[in-house]
């Protein structure tokens, strides 16, 4: 009995929805199924790498980074939505070799196209590359394991969540710098935040629009919690 594709004969939207589950190099090994396929993975939105399908421990990053820029590159100037970017951090016990100026210019592409949410996980905890701090098409922003080590201005206007998680800063200012820059702030977590000094002096502020916080702090990270007096969900874990 003959089998046929039915999944095939589907419209390209509702391919392209299922396409939008699957990581970028899943989806983009779709198109070598059929020419039918092919060009599906192009159209999505979604950019979603990383580093466990292509680098073994001990091995170089070169190949996700081609594939990386690839993906970017092969959809020229199409608009994305949603971009994940994570390595692994077991990668950063075997060698200091992360092409961390590959990395920005990855992030200023993805910043240039629009993007509306943004994740980023890296081995180690390099700066924040700062163009994201002034990305005003940003609504979603999460960033785990990374630094601030230099003052930027930042300016999110459209920002309306942020998460961080294992953030290193060297300044208490630099905190409140960012939060000041998130006018419409809705939805904040700061787990494992770690300061260089503390907020006596710094000017925080509280923020009128937040409604969710999820805190989870250790005895040598003073939050200051004027940011998050006026929430309507308060989550809050103090590990001593």
């Not at 998460?163 to 960012?178: C, G, M, N, P, T």
């Amino acid at each position: 009995m003959e089998t046929q594709d039915r999944i095939s004969a589907l419209p390209d939207e509702i391919l392209c929805h299922i396409l939008s589950f699957l990581s970028t190099h899943d989806s983009f090994a779709t198109s070598l199924l059929s020419k039918r396929w092919q060009p599906l993975w192009l159209f999505l939105s979604i950019i979603d790498l990383d580093d466990q399908t292509f680098i073994q421990k001990g091995s170089s990053y070169s190949s996700f980074f081609r594939f990386s820029f690839g993906t970017l590159l092969t959809r020229r100037m199409e608009p994305l939505t949603i971009a994940r970017f994570h390595l692994t951090p077991r990668i950063c016990v075997y060698g200091n070799d992360f092409p961390y100026s590959l990395f920005k210019k990855w992030v200023r592409i993805v910043v240039q196209r629009g993007i509306e949410q943004l994740y980023i996980e890296i081995p180690r905890a390099y700066e924040v590359p700062h163009i994201i701090w002034s990305c005003k098409t940003l609504v979603v922003l999460k960033l785990h394991r990374l630094s601030i080590n230099v003052f930027v201005k930042v300016h999110l206007p459209s920002l309306k969540t942020l998460h961080l998680d294992f953030l290193f800063i060297s300044k208490s200012r630099y905190l409140a710098e960012v939060l000041h820059g998130c006018p419409n702030l809705e939805d904040f977590r700061a787990y494992h935040i770690f300061l260089d000094n503390k907020i006596e002096g710094v000017q925080f502020q509280s923020m009128p629009k937040l409604v969710k916080a999820d805190l989870k702090v250790d005895y040598d990270f003073e939050f200051p919690l004027k940011v998050v007096s006026n929430v309507e969900h308060l989550r809050f874990f103090l590990k001593v």
